[in-house]
Each structure stands twice: as C-alpha cells, then as structure tokens.
T-cell receptor, first 112, second 114 residues
C-alpha cells in the first residue's frame, strides 16, 4: 500500500522569507501523481501544486515550487516570499490508481 | 471557491443515531469522493461514486453508505453513530479525465458525536 509521510508537524516562517515543507512517500509504481494541498481555517482543501512522476522538471506555481526526487521518493514544497495568507495546514498527497492518499499534514504559521 | 458545496456545515448527533451529509458537485463533474478527516490527521478515503455507481471504497464499515444522484450530487449516510465518527467530512468532485484527475473539495461538514 502507498503511504505518505510528512515529518514536520509544525513549522513557522517570517513573512517574506522562504520555507520548505518535506514529504516522502512509498510506492512500487512508476507512473503516479503527487500533490500539495493547502487547508486554511476555512477547512476547504485547495490544490497548491501538482507533479507528474514521469516529468523530470519540477512543477512551479508562482511562489510555490517543488523539489521532486523520484529515486529518493521525496517531494518537498518550497514557498518563497511567504505571506500571512499562507498560514494553513499543508498536506502532501499521492495517487496512482484509486483514491488520493494524504499525509498527516504540516501546520505552517507565517509570522509578521 | 471551487463550486463544491456541502451541507450542513456543522452537526451534532448522539451515539447510535443516523446522519446524512450532502454534497453538490462542481458543474460538469461526474465523480464524487468522500473523505473523513479526524482531528490532527490527513483525510482518509471513504468511497467514490462515478455516474451513480460506487467505484471504490476505503477501509470503512458498511454502516457508512452513499448515494449519487443523476445530477451528480451525493449523500453520505452513517448509521449507528459512534464517538469515533466525530470528524470533518469532506466531499470532492472531479471529472474522469484519467490519472491524476484534479479534485475540487468542499468546505466540509464538521460532525460531532456525543
């Protein structure tokens, strides 16, 4: 079974600084997708970024980028120029065939 | 906003009761998935419906059941509620456009079982 591990339960960063959230996963499959979701206090899961495993190029979305290391099964999220609105729970998720599998999340606090 | 709406937003029930949660999918989406998110945890997959048929189920007992209607809206029913059923229940809709389909989540229903 696929598993997703987020080893940082909580992190904090100063406004305008850069922070990296870690994620590792376990799978024997070759073609799959990885995601980072943001869950603010409103509770709605918001897709931040998506990475296809068959693409070597790391995905980027404005201030958000990933470092995808397929051999190491690592998928970290970098947030540049952190903003107060980035304060939220961040979940790493994996899908191959079947449902999305989530990690336990990292609570990120952006401090003014 | 994703266009996925869930009702009610909060609900309080007592142990042994039954509950129905509702979800309206985003326009054009024919697949609905339900997730349970316990406090401090990531969402756990309950089941998925595609064109009114159950299309996958997670490790949840049969007292968790669902329906999807012709307009692709959906219900999650939980019978014989237990204290451990207290959680945020998230609905997500998507299109079956292949692997890596993007899920669009609602804001969830917070269920408290006393």
């Amino acid at each position: 079974a696929q598993t997703v591990t987020q080893s940082q339960p909580e992190m904090s960063v100063q406004e305008a600084e850069t922070v990296t959230l870690s994620c590792t996963y376990d799978t024997s499959e070759n073609n799959y997708y990885l995601f980072w979701y943001k869950q603010p206090p409103s509770r709605q899961m918001i897709l931040v970024i998506r990475q296809e495993a068959y693409k070597q190029q790391n995905a980027t979305e404005n201030r958000f980028s990933v470092n995808f290391q397929k051999a190491a099964k690592s998928f970290s999220l970098k947030i540049s120029d952190s903003q107060l609105g980035d304060t939220a729970m961040y979940f790493c998720a994996f899908i191959w065939s079947g449902p999305l599998v989530f990690g336990k999340g990292t609570r990120l606090s952006v401090i003014a | 906003e994703t266009g996925v709406t869930q009702s009610p937003t909060h609900l309080i029930k007592t142990r042994g009761q039954q509950v129905t949660l509702r979800c309206s999918s985003q326009s054009g989406h024919n697949t609905v998935s339900w997730y349970q998110q316990a406090l401090g945890q990531g969402p756990q997959f309950i089941f998925q419906y595609y064109r009114e048929e159950e299309n996958g189920r997670g490790n949840f007992p049969p007292r968790f059941s669902g329906l999807q209607f012709p307009n692709y809206s959906s219900e999650l029913n939980v019978n014989a509620l237990e204290l451990d059923d207290s959680a945020l229940y998230l609905c997500a809709s998507s299109t079956r456009d292949g692997l890596g389909e993007k899920l669009f989540f609602g804001s969830g229903t917070q269920l408290s079982v006393l």
